[in-house]
């Protein structure tokens, strides 16, 4: 477990100026493992790139991201993007999920990923 890198919380604090940021830890893991807590947390028996626990409180902005490797690099592949780009994506969207975004719809999907190019743009 090790703390999300300063830079991409800073862009977050630019960005979302009225929310405080506490800690945000990232869990790399492959996709095995983060099948293991797909299933055990949240009933689900899929792969996927990354799995969000959001622990806020007092309207601090902290939780938890479990990301796969595996799943960056394929995805990573797939859409022709550097490695680098792929993995703060993935952060990106952790930590959107926490702020309060989601992404169940086509409609919230759009806006997820708009505000994930956002951050990635400010990197």
Not at 22 to 48: C, P
Not at 78 to 105: C, M, S, Y
């Amino acid at each position: 477990m090790i703390p999300v890198e300063a830079h991409i919380i800073s862009v977050f604090e630019n960005i979302y100026q009225d929310l405080r940021f506490g800690d945000i830890y990232i869990h790399w893991m492959n996709d095995e493992e983060l099948l293991e807590v797909n299933r055990k947390h949240l009933n689900h028996d899929y792969y996927t790139d990354i799995i969000t626990f959001d622990y806020t409180r007092r309207n601090k902005i902290s939780g938890e991201l479990f990301i796969s490797e595996d799943r960056i690099e394929d995805n990573a592949k797939q859409n022709d993007e550097p490695l680098e780009r792929e993995r703060n994506r993935v952060v990106a969207h952790g930590i959107l999920h926490l702020v309060g975004f989601g992404d169940k719809t086509d409609e919230e999907k759009a806006i997820m990923r708009s505000k994930e190019n956002e951050i990635l743009d400010r990197l």
